[in-house]
DNA sequence: GTCTATAATAAGATAGAC
DNA sequence: GTCTATCTTATTATAGAC
């Protein structure tokens, strides 16, 4: 608690602020008080607001590429490894809400934020998932495909579907055990779709 | 030109601006540069900042919706509908840039605003594409399927490739025709993904 | 390092002339 | 209806005490 660094604790409270309200409608006293210290004092430690909300960009971003960087490689299975990549998508953005939402709507101006670090991902993760294409072909397991277009085919069913959680539910009225069973349908679904498409 | 009414002409600038820049990042001074008319007149039509983005937000929503109810009925197929509406996706969205992220993005504080005109335009998909289903199902065109989780598919694939595409294409730093081929395949691969799925 | 008080500015809104 | 000029407020940022 009081040995957590007061700079990470302001890091943590922008990155919830921002998340939730958007570059432009953050406000500083929010994070200010959501970090329990004075307003001054993260001027302090980050400057301007500009500068805190590079870092809390940064910050949300590798976030997310650690998401995607996990250790999958323990999967035995292709088939394993897939209904654990969309368990752990779906498990991870119900309860990081909207940063996803924030990530694409945030970076469309300043691309250049993450070019570095997307790239990285995509190198790592593209590889990875290339490597445990080449060996489930080589068993057997599934057809000769493409990585690019699965590792997007399997993002946009997941990720959309997250994104557009909100909206499709408060829409539809749907209660909270309806939401979930729409969830637990959608990963089926989601699985059955991309699973049928490559087992050979 | 001249016999366009004011008030249209603030309400496009408006959306312009909003969908560039976010509700919070908008600026009316912006808003009046784009429509060529003074700030005070903004004001005279719309009374307030927050009224304006509520008259935007509704009309860009409107826009999306009339997208998802494309004169479909024309088509003969069920192949060639999805042809159609994965094609029709792109263009609209390359043409109209971030207004997906803009929606996504804005609504998820507001549902309120737009869960009429979303349930409506719900219903009217939902049951025109239920019909598409049925009677392709009984020419023995595809395979029986749940209408909602088609349409999920579809737009998932489709709407998340291009919410993302930019920030893609820039990290990647892919040149135009890299981008157009991208594109192309990637319209090819969702067909593809979709159709085996159900064709019988 | 942390606070209080305050400056500086940006931006939305309005009054009033035309 | 449309403009100029101005008011008001919200918010970032800083100076300076402790």
Known sequence: MTDT???EKILKA????????????????AIADEAGVNKALIHYYFRSKDQLFQRALDSAFSELMNLFLLDITK???????LMVLIDTHCKFFIQKGNILNFLLWEIRNDHDAVKESFRRMFDVVGSLVARKINEAVKKGEIRRIDAFEFILNLLSLDL????????????????????????????REIFR???QDIKK
């Open 75 to 81: 999967t035995n299975s292709f088939k394993e490894m």
């Open 160 to 187: 959309f579907f997250l994104m557009s959680l909100p909206v499709i539910s408060s829409a539809l009225e749907f209660a909270d055990e309806q939401v979930e069973i729409l969830i637990e349908n959608r990963k």
């Open 5 to 7: 660094k007061v700079e």
């Open 14 to 29: 922008a990155k919830k602020e921002f998340v939730a309200k958007g570059r432009g409608g953050a406000r500083m006293q």
């Open 193 to 195: 779709l991309l699973w």
